[in-house]
C-alpha cells in the first residue's frame, strides 16, 4: 500500500481514530513531516493541536541510521549498542547541535502556536511513519515528564517490531498499516513525500484555526 501524500495519510489516520474525551485530548505532531497528519487529524475530531521537538541523533559517520533522539524535554536516548562505541566528545558536540536546531525552531513556531497544557490529558502523537521508533520514544518520553494521563501514538506506517514495542510504552498505538516486511525507509510507502520546509510549517500553522476554541 502507498499514501498519496502526507494528507492522503493523514486523513486515514483521522478514520481510525475514535476520540471520546474531545475536551481533554491534545493532538501533538513532530515536525516537520508530522505536522500536515496532525493538523488533518486536529481538525476532523475538533482537537487543539501544537508540536513537540525530538529529533533523530544520527551515526556519526552515515547520518542517516539514528543510534538515538533528542526531544526538547528531556535527555537523549541511546540505542545501548551504538552508544558503547561513540566518541563522548562528538557525542556532547552534536547533542548540542540538536539542542540549538531545535531551540531555533521553537522559537519559530512558536509564533503561531498556543502551547497546550498536558498534564490529565488524553495526547495523540502524530508523526508520518516510524522506522526505528527513536524520535518517537524521546517524544513519549518528554510528553510522560508534563504527566500527560494517555499517550495514543497515531503513525500510517511502522514496522511489526517497532509497533510491538511501542505498545508497551503507550496506552493504544493507532496505524493503517504495519507490514510484515518493513521497505526501510518510511518514504517508500508515499507516492509523494517531499521534504517538509519551515516555510511550509509556518504556512500550515497560521492557516490552523483550533476548532476547539
Same mark, same amino acid.
Given at each position: 500500500?502507498?499514501?498519496? !501524500?502526507?494528507?492522503?495519510?493523514?486523513?486515514?489516520?483521522?478514520?481510525?481514530?475514535? #476520540?471520546?474525551?474531545?475536551? !481533554?485530548?491534545?493532538?501533538?505532531?513532530?515536525?516537520?513531516?508530522?505536522?500536515?497528519?496532525?493538523?488533518?487529524?486536529?481538525?476532523?475530531?475538533?482537537?487543539?493541536?501544537?508540536?513537540?521537538?525530538?529529533?533523530?541523533?544520527?551515526?556519526?559517520?552515515?547520518?542517516?541510521?539514528?543510534?538515538?533522539?533528542?526531544?526538547?524535554?528531556?535527555?537523549?536516548?541511546?540505542?545501548?549498542?551504538?552508544?558503547?562505541?561513540?566518541?563522548?566528545?562528538?557525542?556532547?558536540?552534536?547533542?548540542?547541535?540538536?539542542? !540549538?536546531?531545535?531551540?531555533?525552531?521553537?522559537?519559530?513556531?512558536?509564533? +503561531?502556536?498556543?502551547?497546550?497544557?498536558?498534564?490529565?490529558?488524553?495526547?495523540?502523537? #502524530?508523526?508520518?511513519?516510524?522506522?526505528?521508533?527513536?524520535?518517537?520514544?524521546?517524544?513519549?518520553?518528554?510528553?510522560? +515528564?508534563?504527566? +500527560?494521563?494517555?499517550?495514543? #501514538?497515531?503513525?500510517?506506517?511502522?514496522?511489526?517490531?517497532?509497533?510491538?514495542?511501542?505498545?508497551?510504552?503507550?496506552?493504544?498505538?493507532?496505524?493503517?498499516?504495519?507490514?510484515?516486511?518493513?521497505?526501510?525507509?518510511?518514504?517508500?510507502?508515499?507516492?509523494?513525500?517531499?521534504?517538509?520546509?519551515?516555510?511550509?510549517?509556518?504556512?500550515?500553522?497560521?492557516?490552523?484555526?483550533?476548532?476547539?476554541?
Amino acid at each position: 500500500m502507498k499514501f498519496k !501524500n502526507r494528507l492522503d495519510a493523514g486523513k486515514q489516520l483521522a478514520d481510525r481514530l475514535d #476520540v471520546t474525551d474531545a475536551e !481533554n485530548t491534545v493532538v501533538l505532531a513532530l515536525p516537520r513531516g508530522g505536522i500536515p497528519l496532525g493538523i488533518e487529524i486536529a481538525e476532523r475530531h475538533r482537537l487543539p493541536f501544537d508540536i513537540i521537538l525530538s529529533k533523530k541523533i544520527g551515526h556519526p559517520t552515515h547520518s542517516e541510521y539514528a543510534i538515538g533522539a533528542l526531544s526538547e524535554h528531556g535527555d537523549p536516548i541511546l540505542d545501548e549498542t551504538s552508544a558503547t562505541l561513540l566518541d563522548p566528545e562528538w557525542l556532547t558536540t552534536e547533542l548540542k547541535r540538536i539542542r !540549538n536546531e531545535m531551540a531555533r525552531r521553537q522559537r519559530t513556531y512558536s509564533k +503561531a502556536l498556543t502551547k497546550q497544557p498536558l498534564k490529565g490529558k488524553t495526547v495523540i502523537l #502524530v508523526d508520518d511513519g516510524i522506522a526505528t521508533g527513536m524520535t518517537m520514544k524521546a517524544a513519549i518520553k518528554a510528553v510522560e +515528564a508534563q504527566e +500527560a494521563e494517555k499517550i495514543i #501514538v497515531a503513525v500510517p506506517v511502522i514496522p511489526k517490531d517497532t509497533y510491538h514495542e511501542l505498545e508497551k510504552l503507550v496506552d493504544e498505538v493507532s496505524v493503517v498499516e504495519v507490514p510484515d516486511m518493513f521497505r526501510g525507509a518510511v518514504g517508500a510507502y508515499y507516492m509523494s513525500f517531499p521534504q517538509v520546509e519551515d516555510e511550509e510549517v509556518m504556512d500550515m500553522l497560521r492557516s490552523f484555526h483550533d476548532p476547539s476554541e
